[in-house]
């Protein structure tokens, strides 16, 4: 999957909201001050040549739908992310989570539990 910039990341989040759509409909999510349609536009183009986009003609102008789901960009970059700050190592990963307490011990102790009911 192609690393997408800041900017093209927000805008395809907004496009994951709201699935098929345009543009002009993407900008109306924004908030004032609006970036400008032509900036959205371009990144729909840009989105669409790194593989996320895909269009049809509809009228004088394309629908946008997206290619990739939000939940598959968001595993490749939970993915980059452990392999960036932790050597590659989910468990280092769950070790963090505990020690920082956002995974009790029980609750892990019960994933564990649930894991050998399944086997």
Known sequence: ????????EEVM???WQLGCC???EVLATYEEPRPHINTIATMFQM????????HQ???RGYVYEP???QSDYGKSKFSSFVERYFDDSYLKVVKTL?????????????????LK???
Not at 1 to 8: D, G, N, P, R, V
Not at 99 to 114: I, M, P, W
Request: charged fraction near 35%.
């Open 67 to 69: 290619i990739v789901a």
């Open 57 to 59: 003609a509809k009228g």
């Open 1 to 8: 999957m192609i690393k997408l910039t800041a900017k093209e």
């Open 13 to 15: 989040e907004k496009i």
């Open 47 to 54: 989105l669409e040549k790194k593989g996320y986009l895909t």
């Open 117 to 119: 009911s399944q086997s």
């Open 22 to 24: 345009t543009p002009k």
């Open 98 to 114: 505990v020690s920082e307490e956002k995974v009790s011990r029980e609750e892990l102790l019960q994933f564990l539990n649930d």
